[in-house]
């Protein structure tokens, strides 16, 4: 893989990784459907799988998008199981049912499950026969979110990766960045002004708006990875001849300024232009962030593994504001897209990859910190215990990307303590 | 395959879960993939549990799929026991490890482990979550005492001189609707009447308290849902009654009582209401005359469902104009209990049918569940909960039973709290084009504007005649002349459609080409409201 590497911080040695294995405590790569279906707005996911499945969306998405979804559950029943049903022919008649109610949808995917790779159901054959037998109107295309391939936010990367072999090639003359991962719209626009006045681009993002104007790919491509959970859809892109620009994530003042200059070095600005066009944004970021730090600083924090967004989390944490690490630990760590941020992190912290739940609760009961970031399993029961929590999932939800969102993603672990203060009962 | 968008009911493990999180001292080891830990959240999030539910999962992922799942089991079932010493293990498996066929309960069962170790068998393509607890539950039940059945024909001991009658309370869960309150309740009306509560299971329960369930002298089912095979199990074995009637509503309260009183030999025909029972009063006091009549369509577990109509037609004078359940286990209880209002019982749990069913009846409230809740927020009709699938809501602080009498006041509050109130809604009948007053607002007391969710009225009756032919054909035939259509729009919002549909029907079945203003009143004359 060619890279275009920012000149490592320090140059120590990166810091020490313990694996873990035990009782996982988090969502399988279905939970990702929850905001890509709000994200690509054209597009239909139908999870192929068990009432489990279905009850899992149900229950991570919870009542707020309960009015008209854009994702739904095809369950397989005995009959499918057992033979008497043709499971291509009944995946037919259900597709046929949701595009006959959604006649909108331009874009289905058939979204692997658990059971549909136990019992080796072809959703690939049976995407190709549904994309010719709609030709021209949709089209459909697999992937696999299932708890056996993925942990939570890894459904993100197998869906945005099963796009990539259908991206338009872009012609070997021009060039043009692609920004890889889910952002809240206001965060996308915000960037394109950024990238605008630096006169970088064009500017793509992936996942688009609408599926159906999937951005082009091609050896003047260079990709910028917005969430760090992306691998596989950055190595596909980068088998179609793109340029992988490696940097810290953008969570921060630093981790934004240094993740822009990794683009503009691509294009041949200077990093010094990159402080000026960013100086306003980030003159305010420090503003906003200053109110937490106060509150903020010298505050243990241990992080559960869950989003893989904890590594870039506990570096803005530890070094904008304070934070001391106690534990920071991550479903699985790759190691060649956390490179920037390993190095950025304090020597000697503690690292974990992989999950054994109990042994990671007593850790947390031993080290007391004062605030565990989790999932929502684990809360209440922390919370029941003395102990202030942050839910993971919030941080996957809520715009945190960039200058003008860092003291929101501040103000996000500020707020259990504000409140732990303030409660008197 | 089944479409589903949203579903009322998990898998059937969801139900062992229910259980096991119910009790003390149980612990449920579930082979799970990775992600079937998202049921956790259930439990902490909507119960708001301040504490992890017992359940270990082995959440297995593709690498374990090659190597040695079974051994994987074995290892969890020892570290769980060696760190949660259960009195009783359950082993269960979820929709994914069922078809890779470990068979972890016999694996559990050959550890030798100190404990009852009691295998589920949680058919995970086939049933569901209530079927779940109920079979948990009467596994549970029948592993732990078995052994102890008395020999065939040798019967009871009589109860002690001076000991008042004992009950079980048998059916309360974890994640059922209001059962924590509904408990209270209960034991204080058992108390009023001189019965005791022996034990109550599974919520709260150890497994030395079910040891101790046959000393009771009849057992009450309060939610058929989960404990109606345990308690058949229950009257098998120990030759102990049980009572079925579901204290829910006034007349089901006072039909408990008398039940009671029948199988606990106490004379309760002295037992009066106590002053506290409001409901009966409020209701009859002149200003619930407006609810007379209103049309209400009902959906929920059988239990409540069917408690529901028989509050709403006896109780507070509404009409049930539909009436189903999403739990094809007791279809039976709602098909008859639908057949004596008169409506066509709909059992299903397909959401959408629903929304379409709830859509084409007009009703004036829906009562339901969750799922009812944003099918009737969508189309501007109030609505109150009264059943599972529950939501975080329905775990209210404050004390609010459905059953008993002051569950009967909580009803009258719940129900006609979401109602536009009497001369308001005269109010409005009378001066229909008021601009700021009409009926697309809410009731005064719920707050001001426009509802969001309420439908223009337009596609309120407009939808079902154009998802059903047979009406679609008839509607095409006739026309609406522009004051009759006019005119339809000064009657509410929640009749408009069918008023439009009897008109339509009474022109068809008359030939009449065009409706006029004279038709629609024509037709309202020959249907009546």
Redesign the interface.
Request: a negative charge.
């Given at each position: 893989m060619s890279l275009v590497s920012e000149p490592k911080q320090g140059g120590c040695a990166l810091p020490e990784i313990a694996r873990e294995r035990?009782?996982?405590?988090?969502?399988?790569?279905?939970?990702g459907i929850v905001w890509l279906h709000r994200k690509i707005q054209d597009a239909f996911f139908l999870v192929?799988g068990?009432?489990?499945c279905?009850?899992?969306l149900?229950?991570?998405a919870g009542?707020m998008i309960?009015?008209e979804?854009r994702f739904?559950?095809?369950?397989?029943?005995?009959r499918?199981?057992a033979g008497m049903?043709d499971?291509n022919q009944?995946?037919d008649?259900?597709v046929a049912?949701?595009l006959e109610r959604r006649p909108d949808i331009k874009t289905l995917f058939l979204v692997g499950s658990?059971?549909s790779e136990?019992?080796k159901l072809d959703l690939g054959k049976a995407a190709e026969r549904l994309s010719e037998h709609y030709s021209g109107r949709v089209q459909v295309i697999d992937y696999s979110a299932?708890?056996?391939?993925t942990?939570f936010t890894q459904g993100e990367d197998t869906c945005l990766g099963a796009l990539v072999p259908r991206l338009p090639a872009l012609p070997s003359i021009e060039r043009s960045l692609l920004v890889l991962g889910t952002l809240p719209d206001v965060v996308e626009d915000q960037f394109r002004r950024l990238f605008d006045a630096l006169e970088i681009g064009p500017v793509h993002f992936l996942p688009p708006r609408q599926a159906s104007e999937l951005p082009p790919v091609g050896p003047g491509t260079s990709v910028l990875l917005a969430q760090p959970f992306l691998g596989e859809t950055a190595r596909a892109l980068h088998k179609r001849g793109a340029t992988l620009l490696t940097a810290p994530y953008p969570f921060g003042v630093e981790g934004t300024l240094a993740w822009l200059k990794a683009a503009a070095a691509a294009w041949g600005v200077a990093p010094e232009r990159v402080d000026e066009v960013a100086a306003p944004a980030v003159a305010r970021a420090r503003r906003g962030l200053a109110r937490y730090r106060e509150q903020l600083a010298g505050k243990r924090i241990y992080f559960m593994p869950d989003s893989q967004l904890e590594i870039p989390l506990a570096r803005f944490l530890q070094r904008e504001l304070g934070v001391e690490l106690v534990e920071v630990a991550s479903p699985f760590i790759d190691r060649q897209l956390m490179e920037h941020e390993l190095a950025l992190l304090p020597e000697g912290v503690r690292l974990t990859e992989g999950q054994d739940v109990?042994t990671q609760l007593d850790r947390v009961r031993a080290a007391r910190p004062d605030l565990t970031v989790c999932?929502?399993?684990?809360?209440?029961?922390l919370?029941?215990e003395g102990l202030r929590t942050k839910w993971s999932i919030e941080l996957v939800f809520s715009p945190v990307h960039g200058f003008d969102q860092a003291a929101d993603l501040a103000e996000l672990f500020a707020r259990p303590l504000t409140r732990g203060a303030l409660l008197q009962v | 395959?089944?479409?589903?968008?949203?579903?009322y009911?998990?898998?059937p493990?969801?139900g062992a879960m229910r259980v096991a999180a119910s009790m003390q001292g149980v612990h449920l080891v579930l082979h799970a993939?990775?992600?079937?830990?998202?049921?956790?959240?259930?439990f902490?999030?909507i119960e708001?549990?301040?504490?992890?539910p017992p359940v270990?999962?082995?959440?297995?992922?593709?690498r374990e799929?090659g190597a040695d799942t079974a051994e994987l089991v074995k290892d969890?079932i020892q570290?769980c026991y060696d760190?949660f010493s259960p009195e009783v293990l359950l082993i269960g498996e979820?929709?994914?490890a069922e078809?890779?066929q470990d068979q972890p309960g016999a694996l559990a069962q050959g550890m030798g482990l100190p404990i009852p170790v009691l295998p589920l068998e949680l058919?995970?393509?086939?049933r569901?979550e209530s079927w779940g607890a109920n079979e948990t539950f009467y596994q549970l039940v029948r592993g732990l005492l078995h052994e102890r059945r008395p020999a065939p024909g040798e019967s009871r001991p009589p109860r002690p001189e001076g000991q008042r009658p004992r009950a079980n309370l048998l059916g309360p869960i974890s994640l059922g609707f209001r059962c924590r309150d509904d408990v209270t309740e209960i034991t204080r009306l058992l108390d009023m009447i001189g019965v005791d509560v022996h034990v109550v299971a599974p919520l709260g329960a150890s497994p030395a308290d079910l040891l101790r369930l046959p000393e009771a002298d009849f057992n009450i089912c309060l939610y058929p849902e989960t404990a109606d095979q345990t308690c058949l199990w229950l009257e098998r074995m120990f030759g102990q009654p049980t009572v079925k009637t579901v204290p829910l509503g006034i007349g089901a309260t006072r039909d408990f009582i008398a039940e009671v009183g029948r199988v606990a030999g106490i004379d309760t025909s002295g037992i009066a209401m106590p002053d506290w029972s409001r409901m009966p009063w409020y209701s009859r006091s002149v200003d619930s005359t407006y609810l007379t009549g209103k049309r209400v369509f009902i959906f929920g577990d059988a239990t409540h469902a069917v408690a529901a109509a028989r509050v709403a037609s006896e109780e507070l004078g509404f009409t049930v104009v539909g009436l189903g359940t999403y739990a094809r286990e007791f279809a039976r209880e709602v098909r008859a209990a639908a057949k004596q209002y008169g409506v066509e019982p709909l059992i299903t749990d397909d959401y959408l049918e629903v929304e379409a069913r709830v859509a084409e009846a007009h009703p004036e409230l829906v009562l339901g569940t969750?799922m009812e809740r944003?099918i009737a927020k969508?189309l501007g009709v109030p609505c109150a909960v009264i059943s599972a699938p529950v939501?975080v809501q329905d775990f209210p602080a404050r004390y609010a039973p459905q059953m008993g009498y002051e569950g009967a006041n909580v009803l009258f509050d719940t129900w006609v709290h979401p109602l536009m109130m009497g001369l308001e809604e005269h109010l409005i009948t009378m001066f229909r084009e008021d601009f700021e007053f009409n009926d697309a607002s809410t009731p005064s007391h719920l707050g001001h504007g426009t509802s969001p969710g309420r439908v223009p009225e337009t596609t309120v009756s407009a939808q079902p005649q154009e998802t059903s032919p047979a009406e679609g054909d008839d509607a095409s035939a006739t026309t609406w002349a522009p004051e009759a259509e006019q005119e339809l729009k000064k009657i509410p919002f929640f009749v408009r459609g069918k008023a439009r549909r009897n008109t339509e029907r009474y022109a068809t079945e008359r030939g009449i080409q065009t409706i006029t203003v004279e038709t629609l009143y024509d037709a309202k004359a020959h249907f009546g409201r």
């Amino acid at each position: 893989m060619s890279l275009v590497s920012e000149p490592k911080q320090g140059g120590c040695a990166l810091p020490e990784i313990a694996r873990e294995r035990g009782q996982r405590q988090v969502f399988c790569g279905l939970a990702g459907i929850v905001w890509l279906h709000r994200k690509i707005q054209d597009a239909f996911f139908l999870v192929v799988g068990s009432r489990t499945c279905a009850h899992l969306l149900q229950s991570a998405a919870g009542v707020m998008i309960f009015a008209e979804p854009r994702f739904a559950t095809a369950i397989l029943q005995e009959r499918d199981l057992a033979g008497m049903a043709d499971c291509n022919q009944e995946l037919d008649r259900v597709v046929a049912d949701v595009l006959e109610r959604r006649p909108d949808i331009k874009t289905l995917f058939l979204v692997g499950s658990c059971p549909s790779e136990v019992i080796k159901l072809d959703l690939g054959k049976a995407a190709e026969r549904l994309s010719e037998h709609y030709s021209g109107r949709v089209q459909v295309i697999d992937y696999s979110a299932s708890g056996l391939e993925t942990t939570f936010t890894q459904g993100e990367d197998t869906c945005l990766g099963a796009l990539v072999p259908r991206l338009p090639a872009l012609p070997s003359i021009e060039r043009s960045l692609l920004v890889l991962g889910t952002l809240p719209d206001v965060v996308e626009d915000q960037f394109r002004r950024l990238f605008d006045a630096l006169e970088i681009g064009p500017v793509h993002f992936l996942p688009p708006r609408q599926a159906s104007e999937l951005p082009p790919v091609g050896p003047g491509t260079s990709v910028l990875l917005a969430q760090p959970f992306l691998g596989e859809t950055a190595r596909a892109l980068h088998k179609r001849g793109a340029t992988l620009l490696t940097a810290p994530y953008p969570f921060g003042v630093e981790g934004t300024l240094a993740w822009l200059k990794a683009a503009a070095a691509a294009w041949g600005v200077a990093p010094e232009r990159v402080d000026e066009v960013a100086a306003p944004a980030v003159a305010r970021a420090r503003r906003g962030l200053a109110r937490y730090r106060e509150q903020l600083a010298g505050k243990r924090i241990y992080f559960m593994p869950d989003s893989q967004l904890e590594i870039p989390l506990a570096r803005f944490l530890q070094r904008e504001l304070g934070v001391e690490l106690v534990e920071v630990a991550s479903p699985f760590i790759d190691r060649q897209l956390m490179e920037h941020e390993l190095a950025l992190l304090p020597e000697g912290v503690r690292l974990t990859e992989g999950q054994d739940v109990d042994t990671q609760l007593d850790r947390v009961r031993a080290a007391r910190p004062d605030l565990t970031v989790c999932g929502l399993g684990l809360a209440n029961p922390l919370e029941a215990e003395g102990l202030r929590t942050k839910w993971s999932i919030e941080l996957v939800f809520s715009p945190v990307h960039g200058f003008d969102q860092a003291a929101d993603l501040a103000e996000l672990f500020a707020r259990p303590l504000t409140r732990g203060a303030l409660l008197q009962v | 395959m089944q479409l589903t968008l949203w579903s009322y009911e998990g898998p059937p493990h969801i139900g062992a879960m229910r259980v096991a999180a119910s009790m003390q001292g149980v612990h449920l080891v579930l082979h799970a993939p990775q992600g079937d830990t998202y049921s956790d959240l259930l439990f902490t999030m909507i119960e708001r549990r301040d504490s992890r539910p017992p359940v270990t999962y082995t959440t297995f992922q593709a690498r374990e799929l090659g190597a040695d799942t079974a051994e994987l089991v074995k290892d969890t079932i020892q570290s769980c026991y060696d760190r949660f010493s259960p009195e009783v293990l359950l082993i269960g498996e979820s929709c994914t490890a069922e078809l890779i066929q470990d068979q972890p309960g016999a694996l559990a069962q050959g550890m030798g482990l100190p404990i009852p170790v009691l295998p589920l068998e949680l058919p995970a393509y086939t049933r569901k979550e209530s079927w779940g607890a109920n079979e948990t539950f009467y596994q549970l039940v029948r592993g732990l005492l078995h052994e102890r059945r008395p020999a065939p024909g040798e019967s009871r001991p009589p109860r002690p001189e001076g000991q008042r009658p004992r009950a079980n309370l048998l059916g309360p869960i974890s994640l059922g609707f209001r059962c924590r309150d509904d408990v209270t309740e209960i034991t204080r009306l058992l108390d009023m009447i001189g019965v005791d509560v022996h034990v109550v299971a599974p919520l709260g329960a150890s497994p030395a308290d079910l040891l101790r369930l046959p000393e009771a002298d009849f057992n009450i089912c309060l939610y058929p849902e989960t404990a109606d095979q345990t308690c058949l199990w229950l009257e098998r074995m120990f030759g102990q009654p049980t009572v079925k009637t579901v204290p829910l509503g006034i007349g089901a309260t006072r039909d408990f009582i008398a039940e009671v009183g029948r199988v606990a030999g106490i004379d309760t025909s002295g037992i009066a209401m106590p002053d506290w029972s409001r409901m009966p009063w409020y209701s009859r006091s002149v200003d619930s005359t407006y609810l007379t009549g209103k049309r209400v369509f009902i959906f929920g577990d059988a239990t409540h469902a069917v408690a529901a109509a028989r509050v709403a037609s006896e109780e507070l004078g509404f009409t049930v104009v539909g009436l189903g359940t999403y739990a094809r286990e007791f279809a039976r209880e709602v098909r008859a209990a639908a057949k004596q209002y008169g409506v066509e019982p709909l059992i299903t749990d397909d959401y959408l049918e629903v929304e379409a069913r709830v859509a084409e009846a007009h009703p004036e409230l829906v009562l339901g569940t969750q799922m009812e809740r944003h099918i009737a927020k969508r189309l501007g009709v109030p609505c109150a909960v009264i059943s599972a699938p529950v939501h975080v809501q329905d775990f209210p602080a404050r004390y609010a039973p459905q059953m008993g009498y002051e569950g009967a006041n909580v009803l009258f509050d719940t129900w006609v709290h979401p109602l536009m109130m009497g001369l308001e809604e005269h109010l409005i009948t009378m001066f229909r084009e008021d601009f700021e007053f009409n009926d697309a607002s809410t009731p005064s007391h719920l707050g001001h504007g426009t509802s969001p969710g309420r439908v223009p009225e337009t596609t309120v009756s407009a939808q079902p005649q154009e998802t059903s032919p047979a009406e679609g054909d008839d509607a095409s035939a006739t026309t609406w002349a522009p004051e009759a259509e006019q005119e339809l729009k000064k009657i509410p919002f929640f009749v408009r459609g069918k008023a439009r549909r009897n008109t339509e029907r009474y022109a068809t079945e008359r030939g009449i080409q065009t409706i006029t203003v004279e038709t629609l009143y024509d037709a309202k004359a020959h249907f009546g409201r």
